[in-house]
C-alpha cells in the first residue's frame, strides 16, 4: 500500500493478556517509531528504529512493552500483562530518512483493557 | 523533559470565525511542526517551520514560528466545520532528530 498501515485496528484484551500489535510501514522507509495516544492528547514516544535496529527505546513505560523490526520493515510492538493503564491508541510512524523529514503516521491500534 | 504547551486545550466556535492556537516552550527547537488529527486517525503533517520569524501560508491557515523557535502560532481564517479536529505542534530539539516533542493538542470544534 501507499501508506503506512497497523493491524489489528482494535484489540480488546482482558487483564494479563499478551498483545501484539503490528505495523507496516512504508516500503523503503528506513526510520520507524512507535507512539502511546491517550484520548484527546498528544502521541507520547515509545520507541525508534533506524532499519532492525533499535537506536532508542527511552519512552517504553516498563519492562512489559517489547518492540521488534528484525528484517528492518514490519514491526511488532507486544505488550505483555497486560493492565488496565495500557489502554491507548498505538500509532506507528515511519520516515523515509535518519533525518527530520516527515513521519507518515499510520490510523494506529485502540487497546482496550478490561 | 522539554515540553511544548499548546494553548487553549479546547476551542468551540462558530462556522466564519477566526481563531489562533498557540505552543510554547522554554526551549529552543531546531524546527517545529503542526499536524491535524482527525478521529480513528493518525496526525498528518500540515507545515514545518525552521526558520525563527518564519511564516507559512496554507489556503486560510497561517504558520508563525517565533523569532528565538521557542514558540510557534497557528491561525485559521474564516474557520469551516471541514476544520474540525484536533491540532498537535511537535518539535525537534537541536541535536536530536530521533523523536518529535509533542504538545497535548488543541481540541477543535467548529460549528456550522
Known amino acids: 500500500g501507499a501508506g503506512v498501515s497497523q493491524s489489528p485496528r482494535y484489540k480488546v484484551a482482558k487483564r494479563g493478556q499478551d498483545v501484539a500489535l503490528r505495523c507496516d510501514p512504508i516500503s523503503g522507509h528506513v526510520s520507524l517509531f512507535w507512539y502511546q495516544q491517550a484520548l484527546g492528547q498528544g502521541p507520547e514516544f515509545l520507541t525508534y528504529?533506524?532499519?532492525?535496529?533499535?537506536?532508542?527505546k527511552s519512552g517504553l513505560p516498563s519492562d512489559r512493552f517489547f518492540a521488534e523490526r528484525p528484517e528492518g520493515s514490519v514491526s511488532t510492538l507486544k505488550i505483555q500483562r497486560t493492565q488496565q493503564e495500557d489502554s491507548a491508541v498505538y500509532l506507528c510512524?515511519?520516515?523515509?530518512?535518519?533525518?527530520?523529514?516527515?513521519?507518515?503516521f499510520g490510523p494506529g491500534t485502540r487497546l482496550t483493557v478490561l | 523533559t522539554q515540553l511544548l504547551e499548546q494553548s487553549p486545550q479546547f476551542l468551540s466556535i462558530q462556522e466564519g470565525e477566526n481563531l489562533t492556537v498557540y505552543c510554547n516552550s522554554s526551549?529552543?527547537?531546531?524546527?517545529l511542526q503542526w499536524y491535524r488529527q482527525e478521529p480513528g486517525e493518525g496526525p498528518v503533517l500540515l507545515v514545518t517551520?525552521?526558520?525563527g520569524g518564519e511564516v507559512k501560508k496554507l489556503k486560510r491557515l497561517t504558520f508563525q514560528f517565533g523569532d528565538a523557535r521557542k514558540d510557534s502560532s497557528l491561525h485559521i481564517t474564516a474557520a469551516q466545520p471541514g476544520d474540525t479536529g484536533l491540532y498537535l505542534c511537535a518539535g525537534h530539539n537541536a541535536g536530536n532528530n530521533r523523536k518529535l516533542i509533542w504538545g497535548l493538542g488543541t481540541s477543535l470544534a467548529v460549528n456550522p
Open positions: 526551549s529552543v527547537f531546531s524546527s
Open positions: 528504529f533506524q532499519n532492525e535496529a533499535q537506536l532508542d
Open positions: 517551520v525552521v526558520t
Open positions: 510512524a515511519s520516515r523515509s530518512g535518519a533525518g527530520t523529514d516527515t513521519q507518515y
